[in-house]
DNA sequence: ACCTGAACACCGTTCAAGT
DNA sequence: ACCTGAACACCGTTCAAGT
């Protein structure tokens, strides 16, 4: 990359970060060019899609995502690894305004420039949740999908507005969820759980 | 109002009606006035917001959910009726996609014409909760705010394409958080949880 | 190589002019 | 009373023309 286009790329990105920040993942790419004092059409140059820009200013969160979940792996217990992993992952999707649903699509569209890092966020998750599964510390009726799921939902949660304040205690009631051990998979239906026959 | 006006404006909701469904809550105003055929200013003289166009839409659904609440409080177990209601609330909010985002909005902004449907439904649905506290059947740290919330965060989950197959399932965990009587409220911070003292 | 202005087909808002 | 076309200020996409 030629040493101009290298700057532009470099300033159009700290702009977009916090024209993001401020205004959520639907901010006006023209604005975002505007601010950068370059033409809408060389952002576009540089990050063909919105995907692509958010991708840029997340992938460094991305892989200490990863990276954290390969240590909480080995110096914690499985129950706590999961859950602080998981905290980690929604604070990680909140840090821009309407990201988390971005994700959702990117989870399974292998055209979007998001899918990669998603992809791999999914599965840094399901070894943490297989860890705590295996040690009796997390329902067994989810997978990392599901987990990939109530992370966006979470994260969704504290995208609203009215929703924020409570988004903590959310976070934790949903947690116990996922740590209730072997817990009815058939919550209602039946009234009450038949005895295992 | 006068007759060919009541006529637009029924015209106008039914087209609406059937491009919301196909195209989600963010379809183009201008698209459906189109194909209604009337003007644009036209459609926004009858719903002046976005919002009061869904209202509209959703009006009756609304109320057969503040209805069926009051039956449910004297027909079923307080478990059971707030597992039944929570499902034909996540149903309602699933309507349109996109619509759960407005709704949460709403909630808290007097001025949307959204606003006084989604009070009342968070309403029913508190009395509900209550009622499911009360028997010892739903955990204590939840309010109608957190209930709303979390049936705004399923449907949300049943909007998005990647989730829709996992959301009966993510509803059934969801719910067992809400009915797990007196789970800890602090499902982590503290490994094991202490002894009252 | 890289950048850009301009044309394009959209969007929702607003209002003067029509019936 | 009610309706509407048109002007307005936006949006993202695309590309011929410039350096």
């Not at 990105?13 to 950068?36: C, F, K, N, P, Y």
């Not at 997978?143 to 409570?166: C, E, H, I, K």
Request: overall charge negative; aromatic content about 4%; some cysteine.
């Amino acid at each position: 990359m030629r040493a101009d286009a290298r700057k532009n790329h470099d300033h159009v990105l700290a702009v977009a970060g916090a024209v993001i920040t401020e205004h959520g993942v639907d901010a006006s790419l023209r604005d975002i060019a505007r601010r950068a004092g370059v033409g809408l059409a060389t952002l576009l140059r540089h990050f063909p899609t919105r995907e692509a820009l958010l991708d840029a200013l997340l992938r460094t969160r991305f892989d200490e995502l990863t990276a954290t979940a390969g240590e909480l792996a080995t110096s914690n217990s499985p129950e706590d690894a999961l859950v602080s992993w998981l905290r980690d992952c929604v604070t990680c999707a909140r840090e821009y305004r309407g990201v988390v649903a971005l994700m959702a699509a990117a989870i399974e569209d292998a055209e979007s420039a998001l899918h990669a890092s998603c992809v791999t966020m999914r599965a840094a998750g399901t070894r943490l949740l297989a860890r705590a599964q295996a040690a009796g510390a997390a329902r067994t009726d989810i997978d990392g999908t599901d987990l990939f799921a109530l992370v966006a939902a979470l994260a969704w949660l504290g995208d609203q507005a009215s929703f924020t304040p409570r988004s903590d205690h959310l976070f934790d009631v949903v947690a116990s969820a996922i740590l209730a051990s072997a817990e009815s998979s058939e919550a209602e239906g039946e009234r009450r759980p038949r005895a295992r026959s």
